[in-house]
């Protein structure tokens, strides 16, 4: 299971060499802040519309917390702003995207002259959220910035129930935010999920010895990948 943002001050460090695989597959290239120059899909950029005017206090007291103007959200689409206020906020906490285990799992990957490859693209992963519809995008950014007040004592829990190998707890706490958005869950992890299905299968019925890695969320809980390999026949086992 991985954590895209984990702190420098609570991950076990990964020195050293990636020894088994000859292949590592992670879902795409990292997407941090270069999320603002992102363009619609559309050629005209979709007329601004505010999330709540409770939440739109809250936007502007979260952009003035974490050093950023509102105006640098203005042009952006409802999911951007979300996405990029939740970066934002985690590297206020402290939590160093280059250092987050997919990262570092790469770069030890290329020291040791293995190959890397992708599961999606990067249009493939935010296609979920652009296709949203504008009602469903400012709903992620009002989610978003509700969720920010609780960002600090989330993040430990997941942590905490990441280091410990806890499903169960680590589904719960990731799937929390979704409770109630299946328009959300869908694109994100449930499509996403199904797409890459058959490529991990594949790799299974290789005879190369692969590591797969993927956001936790996509492995724990109702249609994750060891539920969906378990309904096809494998028998994943938890190693911890």
């Known amino acids: 299971m991985t954590i895209s943002l984990p702190s420098t001050r609570t991950h076990p460090g990964t020195t050293g060499r990636l020894l088994t695989p000859t292949l590592l597959l992670i879902p795409s290239p990292p997407v941090t802040l270069a999320l603002a120059s992102r363009p619609a899909r559309d050629s005209q950029p979709a007329p601004p519309r505010p999330p709540t005017e409770s939440s739109g206090l809250w936007l502007r007291n979260a952009a003035a917390g974490l050093g950023a103007p509102v105006s640098a959200f203005d042009a952006q689409q409802p999911w951007v702003v979300a996405v990029e206020l939740a970066e934002l906020e985690y590297l206020r906490l402290g939590y160093d995207p280059e250092q987050g285990v997919e990262q570092q799992l790469v770069r030890r990957a290329r020291n040791d002259h293995k190959s890397t490859d992708g599961l999606e693209t990067v249009n493939d992963e935010l296609g979920g959220l652009e296709t949203l519809s504008r009602d469903d995008q400012v709903r992620v950014l009002d989610q978003t910035l509700d969720e ?22 680590l589904a719960a706490v990731l799937s929390k935010e979704y409770q109630g958005f299946p328009t959300l869950y869908r694109p994100l992890v449930t499509v996403r999920n199904q797409h890459w299905l058959p490529q991990i299968e594949q790799l299974l019925q290789g005879d190369r010895n692969c590591l797969v890695v993927v956001g936790a969320l996509h492995l724990v809980g109702k249609g994750g990948l060891l539920e969906l390999l378990h309904q096809d026949g494998y028998r994943p086992v938890q190693l911890n």
């Open 148 to 169: 920010l007040k609780d960002a600090p004592s989330d993040m430990r829990l997941v942590v905490s129930a990441w280091r410990r190998g806890d499903a169960p707890r």
